[in-house]
């Protein structure tokens, strides 16, 4: 069992930054890929940024060149580096986490992964 619990959402003026964090605990040693999700009012769940163990990451073209997912040596902590936020970013985003899928695409984790956190509310303001 992986237990997931996100930090450092907030409110942030356009243009600003915040840095969301995710503690890991339990079997961590059984995650492969890690991310972060989010959802706005009235839209779907959509995934933001991924990394596997290889250190292979994936970012949204929403994100691109404005996020950045990273982990700590141990991958206990799981971290998403929000730049030049806009409005458009406003949305709960959530931490998951997902057992090793060989051969998989990064397709294979847009309907979600495994292990979720609870979620944290970042708020953009123009």
């Known amino acids: 069992q992986v237990h997931l619990e996100e930090f450092g959402g907030g409110l942030v003026q356009t243009g600003g930054s915040l840095r969301l964090s995710c503690a890991v605990s339990?079997?961590?040693?059984?995650?492969?890929?890690m991310g972060w999700y989010r959802q706005a009012p009235g839209k779907e769940r959509e995934l933001v940024a991924a990394?596997?163990?290889?250190?292979?990451?994936y970012y949204s073209e929403s994100v691109k060149g404005r996020f950045a997912i990273s982990t700590d040596d141990k991958r206990n902590t799981l971290y998403l580096q929000m730049n030049d936020l806009k409005p458009e970013d406003t949305a709960v985003y959530y931490c998951?986490?997902?057992?090793?899928?060989?051969?998989?695409?990064?397709?294979?984790?847009?309907?979600?992964?495994?292990?979720w956190g609870q979620g944290t509310q970042v708020t953009v303001s123009s």
């Open positions: 998951a986490a997902d057992y090793p899928r060989p051969g998989s695409t990064w397709s294979r984790y847009y309907g979600g992964m495994y292990y």
């Open positions: 339990g079997s961590i040693y059984s995650v492969d890929a």
């Open positions: 990394e596997l163990h290889t250190e292979d990451s």
